[in-house]
Each structure stands twice: as C-alpha cells, then as structure tokens.
C-alpha cells in the first residue's frame, strides 16, 4: 500500500527538485503521472495488476515522474527497478544526466548500474589462449576448428594490444569502450559466451569483466538496461537481470517493444550454416576422442549432406520474389516437412551423440591433466558446437511445428543468398506473428509491477493498438492518456490543396518539388519527412538547386552530423532545410528557431513488405478482419502524431505543420486521423 512514509518520500523529493533545480516548471499533467505510477505500484488497485500504461507527451517530464515515484517504492518493496528504454541515445541521457540529477534529490538513497548483454564483455580467458597460442602448432589440437579462415597478422597485433591494455587496466573489458572494434567473427571468439563460459570454475574470474558487472548488478537498487537486453534474457532463462516477481520494470519507448519481440522470437538458419557446423562437431569429436583414446561417434554429415542437397532441389522450385519465398498462412509444402523431418531427426541423433561425448570429455579432464592450451579451445569449440547444434534443432523444431487451433499461424519463408564463395544459400526462417502470449508468460503474469510509458502509446485515441500488440488485457490495468503542457492551437495544421494523390507515384513527387519549392522559407528551418528513400532523392534532385539554402538528405551524412549542421547553420541565421525518412520521424529534438516548418510529404501506412507482415495481413483476412482497420490506420495515426512531435518541443516553440496527402480530406479514415491529433488549428486548403 501507499504508505504515509512513502508518500512523504515522495512528496519530499518532487519538492527538493522543484526548489533547487533550474528552470523547474510545475506540470500537472507531471503531478498526476507521480501520483498513478505510485498508487498502481504500490497496490492501490487491488483488483488490477500493478502495470499502467501513460502515454506522456513531450514536455510532461516522464523521465522525473517515474523515477521520483519508482525509485522509493521498489526500495520499500526491496525489489529492483530495471528502466528499458529503445535507443542508446535515452539510456545514455538516463546514466549521464536524468538520474544523477534524481540522486540529488531523491530522499531515499539509491545505487544505478548499466547492464550490458554477455557478449558485450571480454572473456579475458579466451583472449589469452588466442594471443598465446595462435603462433604455435599444436599437433594434438587442430587449431584450424576455431576459424572459418585463420586471423591475419594485423588482427593478431589488435588481439595483443587489447590483452596489454586489460592487463594495464587501461581497458576495462567492455567492447563499447574500445577505440578501435576488431570484426564481429574476431570479436565472436573472444567474447563471452554462456556456451562456453565456465563461471566461478575459470581461473580468471575474479577478474572477469561480465562477473564484475554482475556483481555491481545485484549491489543496484536501479539497472539500466534496454528492451533488447531484456528480452534476450528472459528468454533465455533470465540468467543476467534480477528475477522478474522480484523487479519492477519501466519501459521508456514503450511503442518500439512489440517490434523488438518480434525479432527475439524469429529463428534462422542456413543450408551452408547447417553443413560447417556438422563438419566443426565432427571435427571436434575427433578432437576429442583421440585425446580420449575412445571410439569416434558415427558421422552424419553425407546423411545430412544428402539431406540437404534433397531440400534444396526442391527449393530451386519454388517462385522467389525478390528472393523470398514465403508459404501460405506458415504452412509448409509437405515434400519440404518430410525432409526437413528427416534432418531434425539426424541432427538430432548428432546433438545426443554429441552430448554424451562432451560429459565423457568433462569425466576425463577430472581425472587426467590436459594442457590448458589444448583443454581451453578445445573447451570453446564444444560450447560453440553445442550452441550451433542447439540454435539448428529450435529452428527445424519451429518450422516443423503443427498449427495450434485458435492461435494465429507462424510465418516461415525461405531467402535465398549468394555467399562470397559464389554458391547459393538458402536461409530456412520461422516467426511468431503474435508474440503476445510470449510477453505475458515471461513478464505481465510474474512482474512486481510495471509502467510502460511514451509520448505516443496510443493509437486513434485507444490503448486497443497497444494491448493486441503486447498481452495486455484492458479490464486488468491502468491506462493513462496525459494532457500536452503545449499550446497547440497556436500551430497550424495545413492540409496542403494537392491535385495528385500519394498512389499517382510519378505526378505526386512532381508536385511535391513545386510545392516545397513554393512553401519553404529559405531563411528558416525545415525538416521534411518523406515515406519513402527514391522519392526523397528525386525530389532532392529537382530543388537542390532552387531551395536558395542548404539542404541536407539523410544518407548523405550521419543522422547525428546532419543535425549539427543543421544547428550551426540556424545559429549563423541562415537556412536550412532537412530531408529525412522514418529515423527522422521520431527523437530529433530541434528547438526553437532551428526548426519552424514540418513537412509530411504523406501519410505513412503500413504495407505488408516482411514475411511477418504478409502473413498477419493474410490470417486477419482469412478470419474476415480488415487488416487496414487493425493495424494500418491505428500505425498511420501513431506515425502522424509521431512526425508532427518534431515541431513543438517547449513550451516557446512556434510553427507550422504541412502535409503532402490529400486522402486526409478525399478518404473515410481521414476525419479519424485529423480527430486524433493534439489540439492544432487545422487548415484544409
């Protein structure tokens, strides 16, 4: 319950940070944010579950008003607050500025950590085996198992600074603090792995980067972390952040985590992929057993090989538009299921196979000294085959997969891909188009508590969107829609008169270039917002020349360089103009007089392009739904709301909105769209 010793912790934090901070602005809508995370949180709503959602919009002071209440109640709780945001951009203003300046006002002290995923991390063991061994032969391992193609000279120097450089202190273990990243296969085999790590058994773990980390995790009383992070780890046994019932959650961004499930829980795997990693556990066995003295374990790679020479025979059959073929509503040709059966039973039997040698391999270094430069690749490359067999075995199992009744359909396709070798690899995927039940299980059902916040959550007015998206059941949380602290009626909303609709692809840019040409204030800043990347660059072609200021198109630069030239230019008070697509729809901050003028070149409407996509918009309309209904317009809403937020960023902001698309005024759905805006003054021309 919210007791009285909690709400003076609060009460008496808002109030120091109010008095000492500058620029301080009281906010009700703030106010009210404090007061509904602190009473679903601490159980005010007995017969709800402690998850509110706020959409919060720029200016309300989201980032204060969840730490200054979360922080007292996970502490009184004795649970951990874990705050996931999207981007590095919120995490790095969270760890650097929103959270220090919260410490000093906070009346409950309080310990912050980053959390990193395992891979992030050094394992100082392997880069010492790489660094001493890789110039010596050894003739009972074969060196060549651990390398698709061995490291170059230059590779081998970086491997030798970076341990100098551990050793010294003067690097900390991480890869986000190195100067110089070696390659992603470099990094692979000196990261660390929970495949192949041996925790408190390596001599090294004391000192070992992750396990520092790990330690420092469970001393914070607040982890930072993102939603990447989180959902790898929960659904890989929740082996890095505290227990879920023993955490309560913040998720900032709260719209980007249906998209990031999405991609957790798709599986893949190539025919070549499938074929290296049967020839590297076949290797490995024989490692193994010649150091052993046991019996090599029957190959299975020609039963295999023949099994897939089958598959893809048959997959050169199929009619691959822009080298995807994706089958109907997740259902698999039945001569593909039948080998692909086949192959998850032989690899099957070379998974248990290979089980049974790795526990003999582990006997036999109990009771026999084995030098470490042969037992720790060695090591490595058993825990790489483990995780290689296993990631192969999940994706045959989902693609193999019956159809539950009464669920929505995976969807599986096949990708074909020319590898540097020239030979033609074909990429087997399975997905999961509704990760709702995925989210529930792992978080909703268990969590202490939870707050899922952005300044765009909702979609046409209704939290319908986000609850199909993400498990939640309306009737068993809390929803909060929070006034903007902005004066939007002072902003024109202008509908743009335009003969040419979106669909008349040749005619609508052509008159977009004599629009913007018309319309855009040369000694101003402008951001304009495209839908697509040909139709920004023709029309960048045809006002370049004309605008009589800068102009700078995404692609051309850096987002984040882009933006500072954009500033510097407005400091000097001379115009630019910014063309930008999706990434510039959303988290660009551009104050004041640096941006006055919004363009939207036209409504952003979600066209089933990925697999994942066809095959919802496909199932909604087998089940009679309209997908467009469901999911296009509540997304296109969502993206409006999102595009026009660039202008408006303080309460002094001013300036103007204009949008490209006649169908606000030409199609049903458009009062819908215009409905659901913030409070402009719309202008239809």
């Excluded at 945001?85 to 409950?108: F, G, M, R």
């Excluded at 893809?312 to 080298?323: I, R, S």
């Excluded at 074909?426 to 039940?437: K, V």
């Excluded at 303080?650 to 606000?664: A, H, M, P, Q, V």
Aim: with cysteine; proline share 3%.
């Amino acid at each position: 319950m919210l007791t009285t010793e909690l709400k003076t912790q609060i009460r008496q934090s808002f109030e120091a940070a109010k008095n000492a901070m500058p620029d301080f602005k009281i906010r009700q809508a703030q106010n009210k944010m404090i007061a509904e995370i602190s009473k679903t949180l601490s159980g005010e709503y007995p017969d709800s579950n402690p998850i509110l959602c706020v959409e919060a919009p720029t200016g309300t002071g989201k980032t204060m008003a969840y730490l200054l209440s979360a922080i007292p109640i996970a502490k009184a709780q004795k649970k951990k607050l874990i705050i996931s945001s999207a981007n590095v951009a919120l995490q790095e203003q969270l760890l650097n500025k929103d959270i220090p300046e919260i410490k000093k006002y906070c009346h409950v002290d309080f310990e912050y950590v980053l959390v990193k995923g395992r891979s992030r991390y050094l394992c100082v063991r392997n880069l010492i085996n790489l660094v001493e061994n890789n110039t010596s032969e050894n003739e009972l391992f074969d060196n060549s198992l651990l390398w698709d193609s061995p490291p170059g000279k230059y590779q081998l120097d970086q491997l030798g600074e970076m341990l100098e450089d551990y050793s010294d202190k003067k690097w900390n273990g991480e890869i986000d603090d190195l100067e110089q990243t070696p390659d992603g296969s470099l990094w692979s085999k000196i990261a660390c792995n929970r495949f192949t790590c041996t925790a408190k058994n390596c001599e090294f773990y004391n000192d070992c980067a992750f396990f520092k980390a790990r330690k420092q995790i469970t001393k914070a009383d607040v982890i930072v972390a993102n939603h990447d992070l989180i959902l790898a780890d929960l659904s890989t046994g929740n082996t890095i952040l505290p227990d879920v019932d023993e955490s309560i959650y913040i998720f900032d961004e709260a719209h980007h985590l249906n998209h990031k499930a999405l991609s957790h829980f798709s599986l893949s795997a190539g025919t070549e992929f499938i074929k290296t990693s049967l020839r590297q556990t076949q290797g490995v066995s024989e490692q193994v057993c010649k150091l052993t003295q046991g019996d090599t374990a029957e190959s299975n790679i020609k039963l295999v090989d023949d099994y897939l020479s089958d598959l893809t025979e048959l997959f050169k059959a199929l009619a691959f538009d822009e080298n995807i073929y994706l089958f109907d509503q997740g259902v698999v040709d039945t001569p593909i299921q039948t080998i692909c059966q086949n192959l998850l039973t032989a690899i099957g039997n070379t998974h248990t196979q290979f089980e049974h040698l790795k526990d003999t391999w582990l006997g036999y270094l109990k009771i026999k000294m084995v030098e470490k430069s042969i037992a720790d690749p060695l090591n490595n490359v058993l825990g790489e085959c483990e995780q290689h067999l296993s990631s192969i075995l999940l994706l045959l199992s989902s693609f193999m997969q019956a159809h539950e009744v009464g669920r929505p359909p995976h969807s599986r396709w096949i990708e074909k891909t020319i590898l540097a070798n020239k030979k033609t690899n074909y990429i087997i995927n399975s997905a999961q188009i509704d990760i709702s039940h995925n989210l529930d299980q792992l978080i909703w059902s268990k969590v202490a508590g939870a707050v899922l916040t952005s300044a765009t959550l909702s979609s046409l007015g209704s939290f319908d969107r986000l609850n199909q998206q993400l498990g939640l059941v309306k009737a068993e949380n809390q929803y909060l829609r929070l006034p903007s602290p902005f004066n939007f009626d002072q902003v024109d909303f202008i509908v743009a008169n335009f003969k040419n609709n979106p669909t008349q692809v040749y005619e609508h840019t052509q008159e977009v270039a004599t629009q913007l040409l018309e319309r855009i204030d040369s000694n101003e800043g402008s951001l304009v917002l495209f839908a697509s990347n040909k139709q920004m660059q023709i029309v960048a072609d045809l006002v370049e020349q004309k605008l009589g200021c800068e102009l700078f198109v995404q692609g051309e630069f850096s987002k984040k360089l882009i933006l500072k030239k954009h500033i510097n230019l407005r400091k000097q008070n001379q115009g630019s103009v910014i063309f930008g697509l999706d990434s510039f729809a959303e988290g660009v901050d551009l104050k004041g007089d640096n941006l006055t003028h919004v363009v939207i070149v036209k409504l952003r409407f979600s066209v089933p392009t990925s697999p994942i996509e066809k095959t919802t918009n496909d199932y909604l309309q087998s089940q009679n739904r309209n997908p467009f209904m469901e999911i296009s317009l509540p997304d296109a809403s969502l993206r409006l709301i999102q595009a026009c937020g660039r202008l408006i960023r303080t309460e002094t902001d001013t300036g103007k909105i204009t949008i490209f698309d006649n169908r606000l005024v030409s199609k049903f759905y458009g009062k819908q769209l215009l409905n659901a805006l913030p409070g402009y003054n719309i202008i239809v021309e």
